[in-house]
């Protein structure tokens, strides 16, 4: 496990040596068992402080909602690397492939939200926007249900994650070197030190990491660089600031899976052979393509829809400052800003063109404590968000299931038509995309183009919070808070036609949040909790920005999405060798649709953890259920079912419908099951000490089977992944560690993206077995 860094390492050493000395009266030599026990115990999720939700932090154990905390020693004892691997610990926590990359957490069946010390991060688009490097956090919070009232007003309110920032030291010096080294030509290194620059006043951090990634997928490599620096000044007592900077560039695919998922494909990786052909005979991959099976074959799990001449890559540079303050005895002030600059751009060969030139977001939020006594606390909080976008996109011509992934890669090559580059605006020599507007050229009524996420939009989001915590009893307490959003949003067309003037429209609303909970301890072991929410949320499009409708105008639905959540759960909490809780909830949400529409999504469901820590080994578990369903509302697909792709002349093969696809479909509302969720997950995790020099563990995942898409046609079956670890010490600087992942060679699918719209048309096989070595060495 990783030695820890800097203030950490000192703090976590000191923690332990006086707790053992306490407890066994012993001589502080007690500490011989050095890194290993030291690691073992920081492991234990209770006692994580999750700073920031409800003012000052809470531990995990106190936190009135479902959490799941994990400590750097726990991210690196799971071998978690990405966003989609906090579902080793946390309960549903399932997310879609992402097109392959994760920026977003998916919470109780829904995109998530992600913060970084308690402020909402630029993730780029909906589920695809650039991936997340953990180079610059220390702990991983992963919190159920909306953001919380100081937090302010979201886009997602399934669940959201909130990473802390790692900060720099003020006493002592260390550092660590990580090299690793895995199957398919991937390679990663990162150094991280931080020192003192003035003890017990000051210090600095730099943290750097390079991965260059080749992959198991055709044309799937990437490569990215993350440079981190933290300075802290504590002057006094009463003073921290904590300030940091974070740059990150990375190229990175566009994955987007295998097509036709038949269930034939899921079962026995048979994949239906023949290119699509429109109604004028073109084999060029376009809406309403027809295929004539050809025949059928066992396609190669890394044969995936890619193509070798994408362009994709991001490039983000991130400032961060933290202050606390504690004015008196009954007055803290807190203040957390963060500014983001973004730049990404996308231009595959099936048409798809994203391209952010621009995004600029600015947080500032303050918050004061005013402790009345010692049972009532009072938190005035006052934000303000700005967020500038300006971005181009195109996805409308784009056609999956037509393209034979067996045939050439010319097959994957999209050349639009002269019609349908009528419908679009030239960005740059060859490089079409759709206007932030709608325009009407030949005057016939109807719009002339095709209408994507293009826009270039600003946004101001003002937010004043008031939040309670009362402790009424030794036993009961109380958090209650209201917080009220003014938006104020302007969006244009940054390319309009030549010939028009660019339509423009301005929007404002106020949006609100309330929310309480409650919290008994039956004894010192236990704790009850009970949690309401209501909010209002947004719903957005790339970027965080606003788009025009096909009116020119802003749709006053994007600011009126509302959420509510009932949850109860228990927390135990004996001591720092078990913990676990238990909740059940159940929550109304709205989900994003492809085409920027909403639809009301009602969720249900139990979540347990379990946590214990021996002297030499350690269990951690985790169930969930979860019964999500459309609340009377309509569901989209890019085509109905798989079928509708195939003609008939081949029933020995499939018994098509001759629909063709693309064919985009809407689904009447309905109370059906939101598709591409597991309704239960298990997952098991274990790390046994064997010897002073060598450690062992394993983590299991179960899926339950669940459909791919909404008419439940092709099912997902029952999916189960196992890995397994091993750490040898060669001495008390120096770690060697291999991971073995999938050891049993599972082939596993996931969903492309969530919501389900490519449900009848790409799913993703996951990785066969592959090894890593680790090696780390501190300083």
Excluded: C
Aim: aromatic letters at 10%; glycine letters at 8%.
């Amino acid at each position: 496990m990783r030695k820890v860094i800097g203030v950490a390492a000192s703090a976590l050493a000191l923690a332990v040596s006086q707790g053992i000395a306490a407890q066994q009266v012993s001589d502080i030599e007690v500490v011989e068992v050095k890194g290993d026990k030291q690691s073992l115990d920081t492991l234990y999720p209770g006692d994580n402080t999750l700073k920031g939700l409800f003012g000052d932090g809470l531990t995990a154990a106190e936190t009135p909602r479902s959490v799941t905390s994990l400590s750097a020693e726990t991210i690196e004892a799971l071998n978690i690397n990405d966003l989609h691997d906090i579902v080793k610990a946390a309960p549903n926590a399932y997310a879609s492939s992402g097109f392959g990359t994760p920026s977003l957490p998916s919470i109780r069946g829904q995109l998530g939200e992600l913060f970084q010390d308690g402020v909402r991060r630029q993730a780029g688009n909906n589920g695809f926007g650039l991936p997340l490097s953990f180079n610059s956090v220390e702990q991983i919070d992963v919190v159920k249900g909306p953001s919380p009232v100081l937090f302010g007003s979201t886009q997602r309110n399934g669940g959201f994650v909130n990473l802390q920032t790692k900060v720099a030291p003020t006493a002592e010096s260390q550092g660590k070197v990580t090299l690793r080294a895995g199957r398919w030509d991937q390679y990663s290194a990162q150094v991280d030190y931080g020192t003192a620059i003035e003890e017990g006043k000051s210090g600095v951090r730099v943290s750097a990491e390079y991965l260059d990634h080749g992959s198991f997928y055709d044309f799937a490599n990437r490569e990215s660089t993350n440079v981190f620096v933290a300075y802290r000044y504590t002057p006094s007592d009463v003073l921290t600031w904590d300030v940091s900077a974070e740059y990150y560039d990375t190229d990175y695919p566009d994955n987007a899976g295998i097509n036709r998922p038949t269930q034939d494909l899921i079962d026995n990786g048979i994949y239906i052979t023949g290119q699509g052909v429109q109604a004028n005979g073109s084999t060029v991959p376009g809406a309403g393509a027809i295929i004539s099976p050809t025949g059928e074959v066992v396609i190669p799990r890394n044969r995936v829809f890619t193509n070798p001449n994408d362009i994709n890559g991001a490039e983000t540079t991130i400032l961060r400052s933290n202050v606390e303050y504690q004015y008196s005895e009954q007055i803290a002030v807190r203040n957390v800003s963060y500014y983001q600059y973004l730049e990404r751009e996308e231009i595959a060969q099936n048409s798809f063109v994203e391209i952010i030139d621009g995004a600029d977001t600015f947080e500032n939020r303050t918050e004061v404590d005013v402790k009345w006594d010692n049972s009532q606390l009072t938190t005035f909080g006052l934000a303000i968000r700005y967020n500038d976008v300006l971005g181009y996109s195109q996805f409308t011509t784009e056609a999956d299931n037509p393209i034979d992934l067996t045939g050439p890669l010319s097959n994957r090559v999209i050349e639009l038509t002269d019609a349908q580059k009528a419908r679009l605006v030239e960005l740059r020599p060859g490089v079409f995309v759709s206007p932030g507007a709608q325009y009407d050229l030949d005057g016939d009524g109807a719009g002339d183009f095709n209408l994507s996420d293009t826009t270039d939009s600003t946004a101001w989001q003002t937010g004043l919070a008031l939040q309670q915590r009362s402790t009424w009893t030794d036993r009961f307490s109380t958090i209650a808070g209201v917080r009220m959003d003014y938006y104020d949003v302007e969006a244009r067309d940054p390319l309009a036609p030549e010939g028009v003037e660019a339509a423009s429209d301005s929007y404002s609303d106020t949006l609100t949040s309330y929310q309480i909970s409650a919290l008994y301890k039956l004894n010192n072991a236990v704790n009850v909790y009970a949690a309401f929410s209501e909010n209002d949320a947004t719903s957005n499009s790339m970027a965080g920005g606003t788009v025009l409708g096909g009116n020119n105008e802003i749709n006053p639905l994007n600011f009126a999405t509302e959420n509510t959540l009932y949850e109860v759960g228990i927390k135990y909490a004996p001591s720092n060798t078990w913990y676990a809780e238990a909740s059940v909830f159940d929550q109304t949400r709205s989900l994003r649709n492809r085409d920027g529409s909403n639809s009301g999504v009602k969720t249900q469901g139990v979540e347990l953890q379990l946590f214990y820590q021996a002297d030499d080994y350690w269990v951690n578990a985790a169930y969930s259920y979860l019964d999500a369903r459309f609340d009377d509302s309509a569901a989209f697909q890019g085509t109905s079912q798989v079928a509708d792709a195939f003609d008939n002349s081949r029933p020995d093969i499939i018994e098509g419908n001759a629909v063709g696809s693309p064919s985009f479909t809407a689904f009447a509302p309905s109370n059906s099951r939101v598709q591409g969720i597991p309704p239960q997950i298990i997952s098991i995790n274990a790390g046994w000490q064997v010897s002073d020099d060598v450690r062992v563990g394993a983590s299991a995942l179960y899926t339950k089977s669940f459909p791919l898409d909404f008419l439940q046609t092709v099912k997902i079956r029952d999916q189960y992944t196992i890995d397994l670890n091993a750490d040898y010490f060669v001495n008390d600087d120096l770690r060697l560690r291999l991971d073995i992942i999938n050891v049993t060679d599972e082939e596993n699918w996931q969903p492309l993206f969530e919501g389900g719209y490519f449900g009848a048309t790409l799913v993703m096989p996951n990785v066969p077995r592959h090894a890593q070595v680790t090696m780390q060495y501190a300083f």
